[in-house]
């Protein structure tokens, strides 16, 4: 059993699907959490649930492509909690279409909220972590951010972008007991995914050799095992959790 007893994790994107999820295992496993979400309608039934099983939570307003919002909620975070011991960048967005027909502005709500949002959270999260000389940057990457795909310029790149981030910063942290890798989650059942058609999601079950879409537990159970001590000399890593649909 991994234990996070005594640690604070925030979580980008918390009010649904895997972000959702990777905070109730963060709590399950012992940990503080602090639920942070642009959209806030949701937060409260979720804080609820976590609470209910006797997790301790705080839930905080955020637009992780804003960077005044983003220093007011990791300081709400240190001012409740007075430490920040795991960032989880989950936040994320698709703005699907063909290159040569993509807007500007798909393109930059894109990098701006799955990029520039996990930089911007991370250099928060640095310096408590540096204090403490302990510290886990989990960042959510993307199955096709590693292999391409047709209609996802944006937010192939944005993914792309975050395993180099996740290897820069784990390249600058690690002499401070920081680590930083990313979970590369596969096709997993979420609103992001449910407007696939029935067919398409026959499709892709076809190409994964598990057989099936990916839950966001399983996406869960690897960020609790990054954010534990027991995986304190792994950095710099990308942790593919897609059915064996691509093996890098
Ligand atoms: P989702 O759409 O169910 O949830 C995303 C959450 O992020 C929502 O609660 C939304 O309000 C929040 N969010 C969006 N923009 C934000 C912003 N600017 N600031 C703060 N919060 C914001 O998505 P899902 O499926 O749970 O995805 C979570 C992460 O996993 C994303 O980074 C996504 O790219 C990644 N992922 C998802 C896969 C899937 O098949 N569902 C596959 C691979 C990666």
């Known amino acids: 059993m991994f234990l996070l007893n005594d ?22 496993a012992g940990a503080s959490v602090v639920l942070a979400d642009l959209n806030t309608s949701k937060l409260p039934a979720v ?14 307003g955020m637009d992780v492509g804003d960077p005044d919002q983003v220093k007011a909620a990791f300081q709400q975070a240190l001012d409740r909690f007075g430490r920040l011991d795991i960032l989880v960048n989950n936040a994320g967005i698709t703005r699907d279409g063909l290159a040569i027909r993509m807007k500007p502005e798909d393109w930059d709500a894109v990098l701006r909220t799955n990029l520039t949002g996990a930089h ?9 972590m540096i204090r403490q000389r302990w510290g886990r940057i989990i960042n959510i990457a993307s199955v096709v951010g590693q292999m391409g795909n047709a209609g996802q310029a944006n937010y192939v790149a944005s ?22 890798n990313a979970v590369a989650p596969g096709f997993i059942a979420t ?17 994964i ?25 792994i950095t710099g890593h990308v942790l593919a959790v897609n059915g064996g649909m691509y093996m890098a």
């Open 7 to 28: 640690r604070v994790a925030l979580v980008t994107g918390a009010s649904q699907g895997i972000g959702e999820a990777v905070a109730r295992s963060l709590a399950e």
């Open 120 to 128: 911007l959270c991370a250099q928060q999260a640095i310096s408590p």
């Open 209 to 233: 050799p598990l057989g099936r879409l990916g839950t966001p537990a399983d996406i869960a159970a690897a960020v609790v095992f990054l954010a534990t001590e027991e995986a304190g000399y």
């Open 47 to 60: 804080q609820a649930g976590i609470e209910a099983a006797g997790g301790t939570t705080l839930a905080v």
């Open 191 to 207: 609103a992001m995914t449910e407007k696939l058609s029935e067919k398409a999601v026959e499709q892709l079950s076809a190409r």
């Open 159 to 180: 993914k792309a972008g975050v395993i180099g981030l996740t290897k820069a910063l784990a390249t600058e942290l690690a002499s401070r007991n920081v680590t930083v």
